[in-house]
Structure formats: structure tokens, C-alpha cells
């Protein structure tokens, strides 16, 4: 039953999906979600447009790259379930058809993380490749085509990244197709974005020239908050049309939703929250159309 509301939702929202689809990138499409300031709704963002899609019958992958596995979490991988996780995976000790987990969602699944993954900053600064380890790994390059197999039946794979600019985040940018930046409607989330394209021009230059922005997300919006709005003119400023025009709002289910493990289009569809992140997983899926 929610699962046919949200793809009648989804045609209403988008109206022309055929056409929206001409021009989809090659699959998957690697997306990372990232912001090096924590608290702006990074991972909410990640579980829960990953969560949309999948809902319009999309198959898609979320890699949790957070050593504290919050995205796991929120789509119910309990800590016993990681036995086999994202450390495991990148270094060689497990193959990624034993790590992957299967939330309640048909259609989404979770590669999920734990506190391992916190020593994978000193490990990947000590390898030749200390920036391109997933690429290989998700698209096949250096000798790991097999495993980039298991990847391939995936629309879109989507990466939460760690509120850091480590190696975590930097082979994140170098696998990806493009970047979400989530950004919390408030002063400080402002501060700290020119650090994040600095590395964003980095990572071009030096891995990964492909890389685009595919946008930014507006989160936690209050609109009786007249700052709200200012800091919102101020992104659209900058940024222009790379933000979305989908503003995800402050809501209380929202919140709820991770301590439940449900993505909030489970745990409360009928909410003003899931009805924005449908929303933003239209606008999304129409701007694969648009190139």
C-alpha cells in the first residue's frame, strides 16, 4: 500500500519520467553525500533519498563510510549484523556480496559500517592508492572486475561519507559520478563550504576530472525563521541551479525515524518530511535527464 502511494506521489511530482530517463548515466551512478561539518543531515539525506528511489523501483546501494555507522543504523543493520563491513570490504578481508545487508525497503540495500572503519584513515594514507582504493573497487579498475560485478545491477549507489575531509571522504570523490551536498539552513553550515570545494577541485585535478556537483540540499528548514530564508538566498547566490529546488524541512518524524531504523517514508509516510524527499528524488531523477 505505500509502496504504490509513493509511485503515485512520484508520476505526479515529475509528470514526464520517460523523458526525465533519456540521458541517465551509465549504471550505477555513484553519488557521494558529503559535508565535512557535521549535524547538517547528511546521513538523513542519505537514507532517505536512497529510500525514495528505491520506492520508485530503483535498486540502489548505500556504502555507509562513517566509522560511527549511523546510516546503518537508520536502515536497521543492528551492531551484531556487522561482522562483515565497509573495513572489511575495502581492505580484501571480506568480498562485498558477504557484506551487503537487506533492509525492510525492496530495492535498497546497505553496505554498513562499525568503529573498524575508524583505522581505515591510517591504513588507505599508507597504500600507493591511497585515494583511488574504492574506485577500483566499484568500478572495476585495477584487476577488481569481479567484484565490480556485484555492483552492477545497482541504479545508483549512494556514499555516506564521514563530516571529514580524510581518505574516507577523498576515495569517495574519486569513485563518484557526482556530489549531494546536504547544508543545514543556518550561519555556521555556511562556514567550511569553500574547504569542500577546494578539495572538490583537488580530487578533479588530480583523480577524478568527471566529477561534478549534482547539487545541494537544503535541511532542517525552518521557514518562521527569518534565517532560515536568509541563508537560503545566500546558498541560491552562490550556487545558483546547482541547488535543488526541494527544501527539506525541520520535522520532528524526520528525527524520529533512525532510532526506529526506518527511513521516515516508512516510519511516517503521510509526514511532511517524506513528502520532501519524494519530492527531492523526482528533482533528482529529472536532472539525470537534463545531463
Not at 535498486?59 to 563491513?85: C, K
Not at 535541511?219 to 550556487?239: A, C, G, I, P, W
Request: proline fraction near 4%; hydrophobic fraction near 40%.
Amino acid at each position: 500500500m505505500i509502496r504504490k502511494w509513493l509511485q503515485y506521489c512520484f508520476r505526479w511530482v515529475i509528470k514526464s519520467s520517460a523523458k526525465a530517463r533519456e540521458g541517465m548515466h551509465q549504471k550505477p551512478k555513484i553519488v557521494s553525500i558529503t559535508n565535512q561539518k557535521g549535524g547538517v543531515g547528511k546521513t538523513t539525506t542519505t537514507i532517505n533519498l536512497a529510500a525514495a528511489l528505491a520506492a520508485t523501483d530503483k535498486r540502489v546501494l548505500v556504502i555507509d563510510l562513517d566509522p560511527q555507522g549511523n546510516a546503518s543504523t537508520g536502515l536497521g543493520v543492528g551492531r551484531s549484523e556487522r561482522t562483515f563491513d565497509t573495513y572489511a570490504f575495502l581492505f580484501g578481508r571480506a568480498v562485498a556480496s558477504d557484506c551487503i545487508r537487506r533492509p525492510r525497503l525492496t530495492g535498497l540495500d546497505i553496505l554498513p559500517a562499525s568503529i573498524n572503519l575508524s583505522a581505515a584513515e591510517i591504513e588507505l594514507g599508507a597504500m600507493e592508492d591511497k585515494m583511488g582504493r574504492l574506485r577500483s573497487l566499484l568500478r572495476g579498475n585495477g584487476g577488481e572486475v569481479a567484484t565490480a560485478k556485484t555492483f552492477a545491477g545497482y541504479d545508483y549507489i549512494l556514499l555516506d561519507c564521514p563530516p571529514a575531509l580524510g581518505f574516507l571522504t577523498l576515495n569517495a570523490l574519486t569513485a563518484s559520478h557526482s556530489i549531494i551536498i546536504p547544508l543545514q539552513a543556518e550561519f555556521f553550515s555556511l562556514e567550511g563550504v569553500s574547504h569542500l570545494m577546494n578539495t572538490i577541485q583537488m580530487v578533479r585535478a588530480k583523480e577524478n576530472p568527471a566529477l561534478v556537483i549534482e547539487g545541494v540540499a537544503l535541511t532542517m528548514v525552518d521557514r518562521r525563521n527569518q534565517l532560515s530564508h536568509l541563508v537560503e538566498k545566500d546558498v541560491r547566490e552562490y550556487f545558483g541551479d546547482k541547488v535543488f529546488s526541494t527544501i527539506i524541512p525541520r520535522n520532528v518524524r524526520i528525527s524520529e525515524a533512525p532510532s526506529h531504523g526506518k527511513p521516515i517514508i516508512l516510519y511516517d509516510h503521510n509526514s511532511s518530511g517524506a513528502a520532501a524527499y519524494i519530492q527531492l528524488a523526482a528533482e533528482f531523477i529529472l536532472r539525470q535527464g537534463t545531463g
